[in-house]
């Protein structure tokens, strides 16, 4: 069973997260955009990447909204509604292990972005000791809400954090921002959350 606890989550501030995703692109402007078509059934969403961005490139967003999932999102972030998150955690920790750093978000980052932290590093601990035979427990002496692993398979320390606020909060000082948010509609927001 897992030591780590909602206490153990670190944060990021939208400012912190805003510096990162604005220093990456200043230091190359091109950016590559796929759109797949979204229907309000579809878990589909649009990503746009800078290329080849080492920044970016260790940098995983993973908004966990569900069908509050409106009114724009953080520009490269990956949708992944907390509704499926169950089934999709095993495959987010593989899929994102060469990351240095993972932000979880929902709409305030109060309830399900940090379950889904939880639930993350939690399902990463549990997938390193059973890959490396060995318990791993990092935190203790070293930051909150990082890993880091040693071993065979060479693992990357990595950050996982939670967004403060949320997207409401991302929203109110860079929704209008296209550099740093897709799709956003004033309309949605415009009286609240």
């Known amino acids: 069973m897992s030591t780590i606890t909602l206490g153990d989550l670190k944060h990021t501030t939208r400012e912190e997260l805003a510096k990162r995703l604005l220093s990456s692109s200043s230091s190359n402007p091109q950016t590559t955009s796929t759109s797949t078509s979204t229907t309000s059934s579809s878990t589909s969403q649009e990503n746009s990447t800078p290329t ?64 889904a932290a939880l639930r993350y590093l939690r399902e990463r601990e549990r997938l390193i000791n059973g890959s490396e035979g060995e318990a791993v427990r990092e935190g203790g002496d070293t930051d909150e809400g990082e890993k880091e692993v040693e071993g065979r398979k060479g693992r990357k320390k990595q950050e996982v954090v939670v967004l403060d606020g949320g997207f409401v909060k991302w929203q109110e000082v860079y929704g209008e921002d296209e550099r740093l948010t897709e799709g956003w509609r004033k309309d949605v927001w415009e009286f609240g959350y």
Do not use: M, Y
């Not at 080492?54 to 009114?71: K, T």
């Open 52 to 115: 080849s961005n080492p920044d970016l490139e260790n940098l995983a967003i993973i908004d966990v909204r569900d069908s509050d999932h409106i009114g724009g999102h953080i520009l490269g972030s990956r949708w992944v509604p907390s509704s499926s998150l169950d089934a999709k955690i095993p495959e987010l920790v593989r899929e994102l292990q060469d990351k240095e750093t993972v932000v979880f978000h929902c709409a305030l980052s109060q309830q399900r972005g940090p379950s």
